[in-house]
């Protein structure tokens, strides 16, 4: 049987290890959700506000400690994991302001009866896969909203995060959620089939890599589940002028190594106009080579180690491959000889875009630039993937960059700004990186039975 395990990013050290359920058990805990579903369900809208609200004050008050647990877990440095345990915290506030607005009654012609109306009920239980690279706001983002709704949630987080995940269900009841309500599963992957065929689960969301929703996605279609999936991006960061290449290449590799690049969002290909290439590509190699690495809880790191060594190893692996098919590597890209999955952000240039780097993501400290002769040639550049997940476009001219970036096939563009999520709109890509949305109202009708009620006179 696999182990959850919390292994120290940072030092390379198991500090606390965890045993799967064994899948004889998971009936029993689906049963036990779906007893919590039918309370939780009925309970009102107004009091299922209050639990979230509550939630979000326990954020609050152990953000520190929150911070520091997935530190160790996946060694998110501690300014970034507090800007992620904030978030989940404005994520629950803002559904439990909003979702009563939402969830109301919609109202429809009538179209000769007394009233039509659309109910926006609970579907039941659902069933979560998450990753380690955002181990709350992952979770937050499916579980908040649903909670609302009157669903139950049962969840999978990855097996490198078991301090976090529990967390979350033991913040939840203390916030007064009814036990069933939510529950965290050390399930192992291979028994994830047997919770998504039993009819009492309703709904599937995951997000990770192509070949998990891929399988998901299989399974759910199998049983007739609905699913949502946020996969993976090769998002473009595209440059057309700035008054300031410096400030602006620094600010697209901050993006880029945020998290030590494993971030779906974050800008892995930054497309720049050749008239402004050859000096962007020096300010970015300074400010690569500017960047702090360190462990998770030393205030000085700008960048953590990677999540685990084989994730680290992988990034170097294919950093290596790039540049023995022509890529040029200014700096870095290299295993750091220390404790923990530590290596240096690496600047490449000259990727052929139908190569593995040029054509699939890579979830890795790597600040990638590609040449775009002219503003056709960048949107060619932009488009050339079979991801679709966030663009950015930069530029003084807002009209300007606006028009590029509604060519961008991406479920999210951004001008001036890239890595944007927020509760108030919604998150989701197209093509290889998923289907579905996350956030605002979309997240509250992915999983509801929108049910029609017609009213009629009795004529007899």
């Not at 590799?253 to 290909?269: D, E, F, H, I, M």
């Not at 720049?272 to 998770?296: C, H, I, M, Q, S």
Request: proline share 4%.
């Amino acid at each position: 049987m696999s182990t959850y395990a919390l292994t120290n990013a940072s030092t390379g050290q198991v500090e606390e290890t965890f045993e799967s359920i064994k899948p004889e058990q998971i009936p029993g805990l689906i049963e036990t959700a779906h007893e919590g579903f039918k309370k939780w369900s009925q309970t009102s809208i107004e009091d299922r506000a209050k639990v979230l609200n509550a939630f979000a004050d326990i954020i609050d008050r152990d953000t520190e400690e929150l911070a520091d647990i997935i530190g160790r877990e996946m060694g998110k440095p501690l300014e970034q994991g507090k800007s992620e345990v904030t978030k989940v915290g404005r994520t629950a506030r803002w559904f439990a302001e909003h979702a009563a607005e939402f969830l109301a009654d919609t109202e429809l012609p009538a179209s000769g009866a007394e009233k039509t109306y659309v109910k926006h009920d609970p579907l039941g239980v659902l069933f979560g896969v998450m990753p380690w690279n955002f181990p709350y706001n992952q979770i937050a983002r499916f579980a908040l909203p649903n909670l609302m709704v009157g669903n139950a949630i049962m969840m999978k987080q990855a097996a490198i995060c078991p301090v976090s995940s529990q967390r979350f269900q033991t913040m939840l009841e203390e916030a007064g959620l009814p036990a069933g309500v939510y529950t965290n599963l050390y399930l192992n992957s291979d028994d994830a089939e047997k919770v998504i065929e039993d009819f009492r689960i309703k709904g599937v969301s995951l997000t990770g890599s192509e070949a998990a929703g891929a399988s998901v996605a299989g399974h759910a279609a199998k049983n007739l589940k609905r699913s949502v999936l946020e996969l993976g991006g090769n998002d473009p960061f595209v440059v057309l002028d700035t008054s300031d290449v410096k400030a602006l290449a620094q600010k697209a590799v901050t993006y880029r190594l945020a998290n030590s690049g494993q971030v779906c969002t974050s800008p892995k290909r930054i497309i720049v106009l050749e008239g402004l290439y050859d000096e962007f590509v020096d300010a970015a190699r300074e400010a690569v080579e500017n960047t702090k690495v360190g462990p998770y809880n030393d205030p000085e790191t700008d960048m953590g180690p990677l999540s685990s060594e084989s994730a680290r190893d992988e990034v170097v692996e294919r950093i290596e491959k790039a540049v023995a098919d022509g890529a040029t590597l200014h700096t870095g890209g290299k295993k750091i000889d220390r404790p923990g999955w530590f290596m240096e952000p690496a600047l490449l240039t000259d990727i052929d875009l139908d190569s593995d780097l040029g054509c699939n993501e890579l979830f890795g400290p790597a600040v990638m630039i590609y040449k775009a002769k002219d503003e056709e040639d960048a949107l060619r550049i932009a488009n050339h993937t079979e991801y679709g997940l966030m663009a950015s476009v930069w530029s003084d001219d807002l009209e300007r960059a606006t028009a590029f970036a509604e060519k961008i096939n991406a479920g999210m563009t951004t001008v001036n700004s890239h890595m944007e999520s927020d509760p108030a709109f919604p998150f989701g890509g197209i093509n290889k990186s998923g289907y579905g949305r996350e956030n605002a109202q979309w997240a509250l009708y992915g999983f509801t039975n929108e049910r029609m009620v017609r009213v009629h006179k009795q004529e007899l």
